[in-house]
T-cell receptor
Framework: AQRVTQPEKLLSVFKGAPVELKCNYS??????LFWYVQYSRQRLQLLLR??SRESIKGFTADLNKGETSFHLKKPFAQEEDSAMYYC???????????FGTGTRLQVFP | DVKVTQSSRYLVKRTGEKVFLECVQD?????MFWYRQDPGLGLRLIYF???????EKGDIPEGYSVSREKKERFSLILESASTNQTSMYLC???????????FGPGTRLLVL
């Protein structure tokens, strides 16, 4: 079955600490993986996608096919990173997304 | 800039009422989606559409229907609202770039 798992509902860190938001997936094939973010009172938006191999707002994510993981990382968290983060998967030949349940990141000053 | 708008930010309806949620996008996208967003459950796909007059069921279509008469507009219909349909409803549109979707601001629906 196709599934995206985000084991943490809430992750709290202090400003300047490293952050890792976990995402594991189940998919028989070659999925594309994404991170979407929703800041307070803003709409959900794409943060990054694994095929781009880019760093957005200091965040990176590496697709590990062996561990079927796509964890989101940032070496030094900022208060403005506080938001709801969703990991999502897209299968081959489809534009549908399967979302995880989300992780709320709180960064304290 | 892609713009996805939803007809209402907040709605309060009574059990049994017919509810229309409308979504409009201005980027000529082929794909449009309706999700509901619930705490602890994430986003769940209700229906999606790849073209005008075309629709496909998502993961939780029961109790909902959709209409896409024009490319830019995708409507979600609750034929007879129930309290368990109280939720945040998100509309999204997407171009041919796999997995990239643009979301509306959401409609928070309360069914009493």
């Amino acid at each position: 079955a196709q599934r995206v798992t985000q084991p943490e509902k809430l992750l709290s860190v202090f400003k300047g600490a490293p952050v890792e938001l976990k995402c594991n997936y189940s998919y028989s094939g070659s999925p594309e993986l994404f991170w979407y973010v929703q800041y307070s009172r803003q709409r959900l938006q794409l943060l990054l996608r694994h095929i781009s191999r880019e760093s957005i707002k200091g965040f990176t994510a590496d697709l590990n096919k062996g561990e079927t993981s796509f964890h989101l990382k940032k070496p030094f968290a900022q208060e403005e990173d506080s938001a709801m983060y969703y990991c999502a998967l897209s299968g081959l030949n489809t534009d549908k997304l399967i979302f995880g349940t989300g992780t709320r990141l709180q960064v304290f000053p | 800039d892609v713009k996805v708008t939803q007809s209402s930010r907040y709605l309060v309806k009574r059990t049994g009422e017919k509810v229309f949620l409308e979504c409009v996008q201005d980027m000529d996208h082929e794909n449009m989606f309706w999700y509901r967003q619930d705490p602890g459950l994430g986003l769940r796909l209700i229906y999606f559409s790849y073209d005008v007059k075309m629709k496909e069921k998502g993961d939780i279509p029961e109790g909902y229907s959709v209409s896409r008469e024009k490319k830019e507009r995708f409507s979600l219909i609750l034929e007879s609202a129930s309290t368990n349909q109280t939720s945040m409803y998100l509309c999204a549109s997407g171009d041919s770039t796999r997995g990239t979707q643009y979301f509306g601001p959401g409609t928070r629906l309360l069914v009493l």
